[in-house]
């Protein structure tokens, strides 16, 4: 073989790797341009569409990974969802909407903080789904407020934001679609009562959650005229602990009849789990929040030494949902996914549904435009629509609307707060979560 075949061969096979290694490197990229669906989900197609230019991009910062994983995974699907059904009936302000893919906030505030500055400082989007955990809106939302993004929460329940709203911290750039825990500490302080427990000990995590939450549930609790038996040193744990023994100690020993766990499923289930262990939990009724609610949290606990689940009998409160819109979000859902919503679906469904309407209702798709016309389209007065397709051709007509959600009416007041209902949920023997009722504010 002459020197210059053989030179001609080598460049032919450089070039050959050279393709091989962009296109693997393509195909990479593109994979990572993918959100991952919830478990039992479908990605959504929207999120491969190409935005038109001006569109409506929204985006979500909800926790894939992390303390609240098992309650964020499976809700992470609504958002697609929604923005499927606006696209397929024409779209916001004459463009479909672009679906920037969940950005993942691993139930951490850093790690929301750097998601929420990428969607609105890289993304560009107008308004954001999130976050879930109240400790990583607490941290996203001066982002949102500094970038004038529009965000509405799902989840995050601390009365904290009613408080931080009425001092004019988020400039009505934030809002959400779960109640505050001002009204689910008073739901489960009365559910607590109406089963005959009168003394409780609280254990909660150390975050904005879990403190706003104690702080409601005690008060609630105290003017039923119950006895909380650790009120003059409050238990409360590091959200990265991974030991318990002195805080079940504290907790259990005070010789309370229940103990209000207000925790997040993987930390919270080590702890009662730590519990059982030191023979602490026997005949103590556990009360539980919409923090630890998953149906993988009896399992997380685990079982007996005769196999029982160490759960079992416990009671807890989540936000229900009972709007208007809810047949028909379940209908979608189950044709969808083949199974029923999750928890918290509703909510986040109902957030981009009052991004999408109130961007339209402004005539524009920015966060200051969502931003003005948010509770224009959420209240009175206006038509009544629980369907978000016919609420965006009235407004495109110039009528006013009153949007009728999914998770309830939605009618957000002036520190972005909404009312809701409480389901009672008990963990049965099996270890499955079962609704037994529900509940409301006393």
């Not at 080598?10 to 393709?19: E, M």
């Not at 693997?24 to 478990?39: F, L, N, V």
């Not at 489960?188 to 009168?198: E, N, Q, T, Y």
């Not at 929040?289 to 416990?314: C, H, N, R, W, Y």
């Amino acid at each position: 073989m002459s020197k210059l075949a053989s030179t001609h061969r080598f460049n032919l096979r450089k070039a050959w790797i050279a393709t091989i290694i962009l296109a693997a490197g393509m195909i990479m990229a593109a994979c990572q341009e993918q959100s991952t669906p919830p478990s039992g989900s479908q990605t959504s197609s929207t999120t491969a569409q190409s935005p038109a230019a001006g569109a409506l991009k929204i985006g979500s910062l909800l926790p894939a990974t992390g303390d609240l994983s098992s309650v964020g995974q499976p809700m992470l699907a609504a958002v697609p969802l929604l923005v499927d059904k606006v696209n397929q009936c024409g779209g916001v302000n004459g463009a479909a909407i672009a679906l920037v893919p969940n950005t993942d906030d691993q139930t951490d505030p850093t790690a929301g903080a750097d998601g929420m500055t990428k969607l609105a400082e890289v993304d560009k989007v107008a308004g954001v789904v999130g976050s879930f955990a109240s400790g990583v809106s607490s941290a996203a939302a001066p982002i949102a407020v500094r970038n004038k993004v529009m965000l509405i929460s799902p989840g995050s329940t601390s009365p904290i934001f009613t408080e931080r709203a009425k001092k004019g911290d988020f400039q009505g750039f934030w809002a959400r679609t779960a109640p505050p825990d001002t009204y689910q500490a008073q739901a489960l302080a009365k559910l607590a009562f109406d089963k005959g427990v009168k003394k409780v000990a609280t254990v909660v995590i150390n975050n904005d959650y879990g403190v706003g939450f104690e702080k409601e549930f005690v008060l609630a609790f105290k003017k039923l005229g119950g006895t909380i038996t650790n009120e003059a040193k409050p238990t409360r744990y590091d959200p990265k602990a991974t030991t318990f023994e002195t805080e079940v100690q504290a907790t259990f020993g005070s010789k309370p009849e229940a103990v209000a766990a207000i925790a997040y499923a993987e930390t919270g289930a080590l702890l009662l789990k730590t519990a059982y262990e030191q023979g602490l939990s026997k005949d103590v009724q556990i009360l539980l929040t919409d923090g630890s609610k998953s149906e993988q949290f009896p399992e997380q606990v685990g079982k007996t030494s005769d196999g029982k689940f160490i759960l079992t009998g416990a009671l807890g409160t989540v936000p229900g949902a009972d709007g208007k819109a809810l047949e028909q979000f379940v209908t979608l859902w189950q044709a969808k996914f083949n199974k029923p919503p999750v928890e918290y679906a509703a909510q986040a469904w109902d957030a981009a549904a009052l991004l999408a309407l109130s961007a339209q209702a402004a005539k524009t798709n920015t966060g200051e435009g969502i931003k003005s016309k948010l509770r224009e389209v959420a209240n009175a007065p206006g038509v009544e629509v629980s369907d978000v397709c016919e609420g965006l051709k009235l407004l495109k007509e110039g009528k006013d609307i009153n949007y009728q959600g999914a998770s309830g009416n939605v009618d957000v007041d002036e520190n972005g707060d909404v009312v809701g209902v409480y389901d009672v949920w008990r963990v049965e023997a099996d270890g499955t979560l079962k609704t037994i009722g529900k509940v409301k504010p006393q």
